[in-house]
């Protein structure tokens, strides 16, 4: 398994931009699929996007959908998160997962489905 190091995270106003970044080490992310997941205190984790490995196609949870972008960059062994027009209700920590498994559709927003975790980065927005 990889270990994967989230950053990027903090204080940021209404309406404001964030990237996040989630740098794997021990291995290669090129066969991985990737993916961000949040949780807010009191709340279960809850998914946010995913990219297969091919970076062909993506998936957002509706909440997020629009504003979130996902990306990778396998030569920087990196995965991206740009969250623009951000709302109170994103304040969370943010995790980033990946599994080398092949995920049927439905399957995707599970976190039981990836293998590998990051350590989160605290997401807060507020004014």
């Known amino acids: 398994q990889v270990q994967l190091v989230e950053s990027g995270g903090g204080l940021v106003q209404p309406g404001n931009s964030l990237t996040l970044s989630c740098v794997a080490s021990g291995g290669s992310i090129t066969g991985l699929n990737l993916a961000w997941f949040r949780q807010a205190p009191g709340k279960e984790r809850e998914f946010v996007a995913a990219?297969?490995?091919?970076?062909?196609?993506?998936r957002y949870s509706d909440s997020v959908r629009g504003r979130f972008s996902i990306s990778r960059d396998n030569s920087k062994s990196t995965s991206y998160l740009r969250m623009t027009t951000l709302k109170p209700e994103d304040t969370g920590v943010y995790y980033c997962?990946?599994?080398?498994?092949?995920?049927?559709?439905?399957?995707?927003?599970?976190?039981?489905?990836?293998?590998?975790w990051g350590q989160g980065t605290q997401v807060t927005v507020a004014s």
């Open positions: 997962a990946a599994t080398g498994d092949v995920i049927l559709g439905g399957r995707w927003p599970s976190p039981e489905t990836y293998e590998s």
């Open positions: 990219i297969t490995y091919s970076a062909y196609s993506e």
